[in-house]
């Protein structure tokens, strides 16, 4: 059997952190960091102390997302630890609140720099830390989800039938880490124009994730113009509009994490 990925000393800014939440996906722009805000938005608005932790280097877009008003990470000269920036009560690291430093790097390094943004930040006593991973399941996701012990994965696909490989990708990297993946969110499922629900891309493999892999909850989301407008607006959909279909779906999601 597979030793547990997580095996050395718990870094000190992880210490008081309850749940670390991974979001992952195996492409990218299929929705995941949609996924990961709305989500530890959801949790805070539940009550919870949340953070956010943007772990893509190369395309951050938590500054899209969310737009607090300092947008620049402050290091504490004394301790070297790094001071996490605030929007609406969420704690958030992002490479894109890193300033001007961003820097051609490989694969090695960018783990390095992950882990090290992840575990000198500032966390302080958090009931989440939302971890939106890059996308795929390669060097960058093992080595942090090796850094940080991860309480659970929700896994961003679309509808397509290709896709269901991707999540199998995504069940077998968590399953080595012996990361329980609690949740599939099936994004882009359906729209609703005259009068009907129309499922563009078909009606997506959900019961075959559910019974094939045993992953407890799948949630569909729809195609929203809001949602992709409220990613380009810094003000997540689930704090714009509270009672809207996007926001209760969050909901459930936010009860079973
Ligand atoms: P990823 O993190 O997987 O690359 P993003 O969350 O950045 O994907 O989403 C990619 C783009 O698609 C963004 O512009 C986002 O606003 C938009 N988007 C994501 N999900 C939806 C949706 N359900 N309806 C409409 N637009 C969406």
Redesign the pocket.
């Known amino acids: 059997p597979a030793k547990p990925a997580f095996a050395g000393e718990l870094p000190k800014g992880l210490q008081q952190i309850s749940n670390i939440i991974a979001v992952s ?1 195996c ?11 709305n989500l530890a938005y959801t949790l805070a608005g539940m009550g919870a102390r949340v953070g956010i932790f943007d772990a ?1 280097v190369y ?1 951050p ?1 938590l500054p ?2 969310v737009s607090p008003e300092i947008r620049l990470l402050e290091m504490n000269p004394e301790t070297k630890t790094i001071l996490p920036t605030e929007y609406l009560g969420v704690k958030l690291v992002s490479f894109g609140f890193a300033g001007q430093g961003r820097a051609i790097m490989r694969g090695p390094m960018v783990s390095g720099v992950v882990n090290q943004l992840l575990t000198t930040a500032e966390w302080g006593e958090l009931d989440y830390l939302v971890i ?1 991973l890059p ?1 795929g399941t390669g060097d960058i996701q093992l080595t942090l989800c090796q850094v940080a012990p991860l309480t659970a994965a929700v896994i ?1 696909t679309t509808p397509q039938k290709l896709a269901f490989i991707d999540v199998a990708k995504g069940v077998r990297m968590f399953s080595k880490l012996k990361v329980p993946c609690i949740a599939v969110v099936e ?3 359906y729209f609703d124009a005259d009068e009907k629900r129309h499922y563009p891309f078909g009606k997506g493999s959900g019961d075959q994730v559910v019974q094939q892999f045993g992953i407890p909850n799948l949630f569909d ?12 607006s810094g003000m997540p959909e689930v704090v714009s509009d509270p009672q809207g279909e ?1 926001s209760r779906i969050f909901q459930d999601l936010g009860v079973c994490v």
Not at 27 to 37: P, Q, R
Not at 221 to 232: K, M, N, Q, V, Y
């Open positions: 996906s492409k990218g722009g299929v929705g995941k960091s949609t996924v990961a805000v893509d395309g877009s899209t997302m939106d996308p961003v994004n882009m499922c989301l729809p195609i929203r113009e809001t949602l992709s407008a409220s990613g380009d996007v």
